[in-house]
């Protein structure tokens, strides 16, 4: 089965990824791109942001250049992940020169990778008598994910034996030195990753050794929370993350076994690769205590900690989940790669049950808080996606120290651009579904899906449209298309006979040609927050379709905090073809409410007077300067 | 000149000094309190909570007993303040067994001096070698500053001549050690207090070398950033607070000179120290560009980084001021000793100034963000002061893990409750002032201020009522007394003649008796923040007189974020003396808004019913055991 997007607005993205991300993340990585490198925090001088040096970290492992390791522990990751994005890029768009550009890629990781199949460049060069033995902070197993993940997409995309072999090599070897057996390592790795990418190879290779490997990694996490201190005390080698230590076991998912956890908590991105690689394993195993439990989690992060942006990590202090209804929208974390964690997480549970309501979730990502985390070029990228920004005080508070009102052009740490790259690279793989024998139509891209015996199109103008029609071609049997009703939408219409089910109008495509209209009121409309969140009191959030909207300085003014939306205020909308790549803009006769005094506290009543609101898509913020910004803003009678 | 305080509210709180206050905080610094000791932030080990250990290390440094110092590296300086509020309660009611137990902790801060006048336990215990030679995180001469200032305390209330002479022989030793001349050191302690005591002592003594030393311990700071820096490489001992090293100079005021500087900035306590000793320099010497300075800082704080209750701190990493208008309500600090710093630093600018506006900010200070640190027993204390608090959520997240809902019964680090003593049990002094041949009212505190030729009487039910009668008494020649126009007051009366200025109403006291009556209007009012603080935007705080108010969930219902005040609600008052000790509730006909819903984002609009809303003083928060609290509150049409 193929899937071809012809979507405006995501064949944009996929072409900034091919034609910017990939060769400009490839200038990076080796170092050759002329840019500011800048801490994810303010005045965080540990981390390093004089170069990438991902690539060369590979030639000393290699032994092909003297030196030294540079960089964060996993800086490896930074060079699977754009592995991975060209992959799927390749497998859209055939292209030589990019090809030749993996391929040497691969060489070179090859020639990393010691002769029993050991595969980390920091350890290699900086540590090789501590192999394994400082896995709470040491990253090497999450890396290894990464490249078992970039090598299994390659591998699919050109059929490059090598790297499959690169990859065996090294999954042989970690299914060697893990596992309950006497004589291995019995625990895991401090960043979930290498789970995900051990059932990718599995699914691939049908090889069960790499599945029960996973299984192990999985189910043997949080059993004995003693582990990771245990084997750092053992070691002797200097702490590399000093303060990692005073980190709760909850911060590694450390403190529990998965199937006992009732919240996602600890660092969102580590909880979120851990619940994508449950929900796979739920699948694989049909293992219904498994499923239960990846169900509770990711309930509890869409019923109670999860941000309207899809955005997860309410804090920046270990960039983690802090717990139930707890959303400070000015400083939060929602890292982009917890974004990305959300959306294979949901991908795996919708896999796993059918349920439309995961797919709601993982376009509510999509569409908001995954792309906020790259400018319209891709080349400028946050970590953290805030819901507002006061560019005036905000750098004034070091508890905000890591909320940035513009993105820079690569980031010390640099996990979430190439990972933004491999996600929108690799799109087609959430638009549609073929489960049980139906169809499931889960995301309104235009786009082709065909395979042996059908031919889908759909086709729209969404997100700024909602209508789309879908054009089936159907040479085998009868099969059921599901066509998802999202769950922002009140109202819908869709042409001809369909039953409603799991969140899916279901519309049976008999052999032959059926087509089907499909049309979402997509009016905006105002968004609350549940009562207990105590940030949002008061406060609307303005949608259309799947995208939650903002307001930017530069549209509304200086302290848009004073701004007001009525009640009874309408909006108007007005697409913009010039500005911000193409986006439709709402508006709204609003209310300013200033005292114009000096006096920092007086008696004096605020007045009021009109003021025009306008509001862009959140995705679309800080492309236009510094300027202040907030998705949630007051509501008045 | 003698003051006797008599108001019913004022009194009870010395009585609680004296009676609860002083001996409870005696059995806590003795060891011999059965309580629990908190860090004053949750989940942070690293202050020491087993005991409080001050008059033991005292005991050790003197030789009298075996053991290790316990405790902060500045727990001498609670016991300290714990003899300053001890001197003047005694000054007030003299208690021959509160004064055998100061007389004993004389004698043995006495036995722990060492020959050469050095007094410190810690570093006579624990580092003799290296005395002043880490002076960035040692809190020798802050230790020495409060000493200083107890021993002029006590010499004055009991004319006990060896607590002076332990406090000239420290202060010689000191002037021996610093200062700019060759083989001295050139520097000065990391935390700002020694200027206080110096300037205290040299009031007390006439003698010049304390101005001295003062002076240039004040006018030095900040010249020489790198000092702290280079004395710690210099010295081999570990470090005793190893976060400190990376806090900015700022932190320490030592960026800039304080000539030079425009804004408040670093540590809230050690600035407001610092300017308290500065404005006290400006007046002893004349000197127009200290007087300046101080001005323009404490305008700064005033006009831009100040919250309602007189809190300062908005920050607790680094228990910093952060910026202009930078004024979260959800995570400041407002530390109790930064209260305590602000009304010092407000008394010595109207001493200065003559300005009723420094008494006004004293007065502020005073009714709210300083007693509030207390509960209504003298025996629980919070570090923290926080403008609103939701339990559920607050210590869930590690940004607010300072806010506590509930007072401690003692922290680990001690410096707020004998701080907090020895302000309420001087309270006599901030009442009156003398100033250039004129009497000034600066606080309606029912009281009897006595000279040698006048006896002035205030009576009033304030804070609750703003009738204040005053009978002046003049058996000497005519005097003008000023009477504070408080600033919140928009419409007052006052009997007879007078003329307006400097915030003061004028009236001519001649030889005999002058009757006068004032009266401010004290109804309840509403108060709001200046535009450009976000943080406040679209609500009111409550104010009636002096204090501010607040909602507590024990009188308001859960989630109380989702309460409303109309514009137009009118208060209602009501005196409670069974509540709190005695308070005056206020009451409005508000707004619930509710949707009710379970789901965590909803198109479903808030429902509005009535909600009866009741307000109390914001002091008397957090008595009736852990519910929320809001000083702000969303005001709507």
């Known amino acids: 089965m193929k899937v071809r997007i012809t979507s405006d607005f995501w064949k944009r993205y996929q072409d900034i990824v091919r034609e910017n991300m990939l060769p400009y993340q490839w200038d990076v990585l080796n170092d050759r791109a002329d840019i500011r490198i ?175 490997m996973a299984r192990y990694f999985l189910l043997e996490r949080g059993k004995n929370p003693d582990f990771f201190k245990k084997q750092l005390k053992e070691d002797d080698l200097p702490a590399i993350f000093p303060d990692m230590g005073k980190l709760p076991d909850s911060y590694f998912q450390n403190d529990m076994p998965f199937l006992e956890a009732d919240q996602a908590r600890g660092h969102a991105v580590r909880m979120l ?80 049950t059918g349920q439309a309501k995961y797919a709601d979730i993982m376009e509510r990502v999509l569409y908001n808080g995954l792309i906020s985390g790259m400018d319209l070029e891709g080349k400028h990228f946050f970590y953290v996606n805030p819901l507002e920004v006061h560019p005036k005080t905000d750098p004034l508070d070091p508890g905000k120290n890591h909320v940035k009102a513009v993105r820079p052009s690569w980031l010390g740490c640099a996990c979430c651009p190439p990972n933004l790259a491999r996600l929108l690279a690799s799109l087609e793989q959430y638009i549609y579904l073929k489960r049980d024998g139906n169809f499931l139509i889960n995301l309104f891209i235009s786009s082709e899906w065909t395979g042996s015996d059908f031919h889908i199109v759909q086709k729209s103008d969404y997100p700024w449209d909602g209508s789309v029609s879908i054009l089936v071609e159907n040479r085998g049997e009868a099969f059921s298309l599901g066509v998802r009703i999202p769950s922002w939408c009140d109202h819908w219409k869709l042409s001809g006979k369909f039953e409603v089910r799991d969140g899916y ?25 549940n009562d207990k969140v105590s940030a949002c009191a008061g406060k609307a959030a303005v949608m ?79 492309n236009r300067g510094e300027n202040e910004m907030q998705v949630w803003i007051r509501e008045e009678n």
Chains 1, 2 share one sequence.
């Open 38 to 212: 800048e801490g994810e925090r303010r005045n965080d001088d540990s981390i390093p942001t004089g170069k990438s040096h991902a690539f060369e970290n590979f030639r000393i492992a290699a032994g092909k250049k003297e030196g030294r390791f540079y960089g964060m522990v996993f800086q490896d990751s930074d060079a699977y992940k754009w592995l991975e994005a060209a992959a799927y890029s390749l497998r859209n768009h055939p292209d030589k020169e990019l090809q030749a550009k993996a391929d040497a890629l691969v060489d070179l990781i090859g020639d990393a990778q010691e002769a029993d199949g050991y595969l980390d460049t920091y350890f290699t060069i900086e540590a090789p008598e501590h192999k394994y033995k400082r896995l709470m902070e040491s990253h090497e197993l999450y890396c290894g994910g990464h490249f078992l993940e970039a090598a299994v997409a390659y591998y699919e995309a050109t059929g490059h034996e090598k790297v499959l072999s690169i990859a065996r090599k090294l999954a042989d070897q970690i299914c060697l030195k893990f596992g309950p057996e006497p004589g291995k390592i019995h625990g895991y790795d401090g960043h979930e990753e290498i789970e995900i990418g051990l059932l990718r190879l599995y699914h691939l290779t049908g090889d069960a050794s790499y599945l029960e």
């Open 273 to 352: 690769y851990q619940c994508t690689a449950m929900a796979d394993l739920a699948l694989i195993s049909g293992n219904e205590e498994v499923k239960k439990a990846c169900e509770r989690i990711w309930d509890n992060i869409t019923e109670k900690q999860m941000y309207i942006s899809g955005g997860t990590g309410q804090t920046a202090i270990g960039e983690s989940f802090t717990g139930d209804y707890d959303l400070p929208t000015d400083s939060m974390y929602c890292e982009t790669c917890a974004a990305v964690g959300m959306i294979t997480f949901a991908r795996q549970m919708l896999c796993l």
């Open 505 to 529: 109008a279901w519309v049976l495509c008999p052999s032959g040609e059926t087509k089907i209209d499909f049309t979402m009121d997509m009016q905006a409309v105002r968004v609350y927050a």
């Open 544 to 622: 259309r379709g799947p995208l939650v909207y903002c307001m930017e300085g530069v549209d509304n003014g200086r302290e848009i905090s004073n701004l007001v939306l009525p009640v009874k205020a309408e909006f108007t909308e007005n697409y913009r073809p010039d500005l911000l790549n193409g986006i439709l803009t709402l508006h709204a006769d609003g209310i300013r409410e200033t005292s114009e005094t000096k006096e920092l506290y007086s008696h004096r009543k605020k007045q009021k007077t009109p003021a025009s609101l306008t509001f862009i898509p959140y995705y679309a913020w800080a």
